[in-house]
């Protein structure tokens, strides 16, 4: 369906209505000029108490998705299953989308796009990445694949809030993740944010925004903060860094990408640094404009909600995404080959296989942890799991990635950084 112009009114049929489905729902009440209403919300449990009239809400979804006068679908659930079909069926009727939800879209973008294409509706998601930094949008209209070095950055605002309170304001997990979760910034399964899942869902869809890249999300390296420990807080803090969860993607000399989310020790002074609380920020390297640092609110209704608004707004203007590293390029591929210095800690020695190492470090251990330092290849661990163990948390270090890494005689060695 094309929606023309300003002056048209955009009937909204919307799914869900907790935090940031409530946060639409006010703004677009608040705001008569947006010239946007939503029909019907559908709802799961229509028990639950809550701040709109009871008449607009209904709990069977082919009520919102067979409504001839709704032009746009907004998906805003917490269920990435009844999204998958929600959003499926819309495109399918040739309505268009617009969703926030990452995991679904990252575990089926290939088949979205192809969606799209073949009904000739957008699906919008920018609300998926980063809530209220623009920055899909960005990648996809303004940076070419080739100019294009890297994108990193703080992608969750959950574990950020996490990682500051416990730093800055000493408190600890369980306190700060059930802060995280009363401000409506956490998944409904805060595992999803701890794990680092709901970071490499989005470091998934960027890549296809940055570099036309298609990789399902558990193809890609990636760990949460669940596993770190106190004494990982120390160790950083005793070297001058902090920790973040940093996902990031990263163009080697041939061309193929390096990308993964892991934690990550931070220098003062860096702008990743200063990205506090539910903050998100994203730093650009291209090469010509060298480095550009988005930052944001990356978590909450309204933050959120302000990027639904956005591609609303864009639907107007008959924008949708054309995937252009994907469709008018040559996509990149993602490559293994590459070295990472991070620092393992463990409690165990047991536990870590450190003849892994193509190089150590610095070994530090005291009566609580152990703390080893090196240079790992990236296969090292994304072809096992000995590092997923409980008790066991990987850090990288910053300017900690390696294209080669070459042993030399007398333990001289040469690394050669991205
Ligand atoms: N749980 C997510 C986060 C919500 O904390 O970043 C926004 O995507």
Redesign the pocket.
């Known amino acids: 369906m094309s929606i023309q112009n300003q002056q048209t009114k955009l009937t909204i049929g919307l799914f869900g209505f907790g935090v940031v489905g409530a946060s639409l729902y006010e703004v677009l009440a608040q705001t008569p000029t947006l010239n946007a209403v939503i029909k019907k919300v559908c709802i799961r449990n229509p028990e639950k108490s809550r701040n709109a009239p009871l008449s607009l809400f209904t709990t069977s979804k082919d009520e919102v998705l067979n409504d001839g006068q709704v032009d746009v679908i907004v998906e805003l659930t917490n269920d990435p299953v009844a999204a998958y079909t929600i959003v499926t069926t819309a495109l399918r009727s040739s309505k268009a989308v617009v969703s926030a939800n990452?995991k679904m879209i990252a575990e089926h973008l290939e088949e979205l796009i192809a969606l799209q294409k073949e009904y000739g509706v957008p699906l919008l998601y920018e609300a998926a990445c980063c809530?209220s930094i623009p920055v899909i949008r960005n990648l996809e209209e303004y940076y070419d694949n080739d100019l294009l070095h890297s994108i990193s950055g703080i992608v969750?605002?959950?574990?950020n809030y996490i990682l500051t309170k416990i730093a800055e304001d000493r408190k600890s997990f369980a306190q700060a993740l059930a802060e995280a979760q009363a401000a409506g910034?956490?998944?409904t399964d805060p595992a999803l944010?701890v794990e680092g899942i709901?970071a490499v869902n989005k470091l998934s869809i960027l890549l296809a925004h940055a570099y036309g890249t298609i990789a399902h999300p558990a193809t890609l390296l990636h760990a949460g903060i669940a596993n770190l420990h106190e004494a990982d807080t120390t160790f950083a803090k005793e070297k001058g860094y902090q920790v973040k969860l940093v996902a990031q993607a990263r163009k080697l000399t041939d061309g193929s990408i390096a990308a993964f989310v892991l934690p990550q020790f931070v220098e003062a002074g860096s702008r990743l640094r200063e990205v506090k609380n539910?903050y998100n920020g994203v730093e650009i390297e291209s090469s010509l404009a060298d480095k550009q640092f988005f930052y944001g609110k990356?978590?909450g209704g309204f933050p959120?909600a302000s990027a639904v608004l956005s591609d609303l707004s864009a639907l107007r203007y008959n924008y949708s995404y054309e995937y252009k590293k994907l469709n008018y390029g040559e996509p990149a591929l993602l490559s293994p080959d590459f070295y990472l210095r991070v620092c393992i800690s463990f409690r165990n020695l047991l536990q870590v296989p450190h003849e892994q190492f193509a190089r150590v470090e610095e070994w530090v251990s005291n009566d609580r942890r152990c703390h080893i330092t090196g240079i790992i290849h990236c296969s090292k661990l994304s072809d096992s799991n000995w590092w997923k163990q409980p008790d066991i948390s990987v850090i990288l270090y910053p300017d900690g990635i390696f294209e080669t890494f070459v042993q030399k005689e007398q333990s001289v060695e040469a690394l050669v950084e991205v």
């Open positions: 990452k809530a969750n605002g959950s574990t910034f956490a998944e944010d709901d539910e990356g978590a959120t």
